[in-house]
């Protein structure tokens, strides 16, 4: 921008080839690395079934991944190798919440809605639970021990045995 505030052809040609370099990507970082790290500091890398607003979640030695449309994955944390990858959990729907994990357990919460309660581990995700909560969940879920609290657009819920 030139300063006064509006943007021209110029600023926008800027911003198009700023963004055309951008890659959306997940990576795993060694520790121990000062300053710019370069490509040598990168553990692994993955391109695929990466969410559009979710962030990942670390648990029990995997990265566990949902993005639109009910897709998950899941990356060995160290190795990055996929244990599966951008599989269907027949939970259709836009993602913002992250998932969060408690007790054994992996949730994924849609904006539309609806909670699925994955087994953590395995080589295929296996559904435990689903529930519709018939209104707006945008939020990320908060463990607080193993019991998940959620909160939809007009209430606040708390789960645990």
Request: hydrophobic share 35%; aromatic share 8%; net charge positive.
């Amino acid at each position: 921008m030139q300063g006064d505030g509006k943007i021209v052809a110029e600023d926008l040609e800027t911003m198009k080839a700023g963004m055309a370099k951008g890659e959306n990507v997940l990576l795993a970082v060694k520790p121990g690395g000062k300053g710019e790290l370069s490509t040598n500091h990168v553990a692994w890398k993955q391109t695929r079934g990466l969410p559009y607003v979710p962030s990942p979640l670390h648990y029990r030695g995997r990265v566990y991944l949902v993005k639109d449309g009910g897709i998950v994955s899941s990356f060995d944390a160290k190795t990055g190798q996929p244990h599966y990858q951008q599989e269907r959990i027949d939970a259709l729907g836009n993602y913002y919440a992250s998932p969060i994990a408690a007790d054994g357990r992996i949730y994924v919460a849609s904006l539309n809605g609806k909670v699925t309660v994955l087994a953590a581990g395995g080589e295929q995700p296996k559904v435990l639970h689903r529930a519709d909560f018939g209104e707006r969940i945008s939020a990320t879920p908060a463990p607080v021990g193993n019991a998940p609290y959620l909160r939809t657009a007009s209430a606040l819920y708390a789960f645990g045995k």
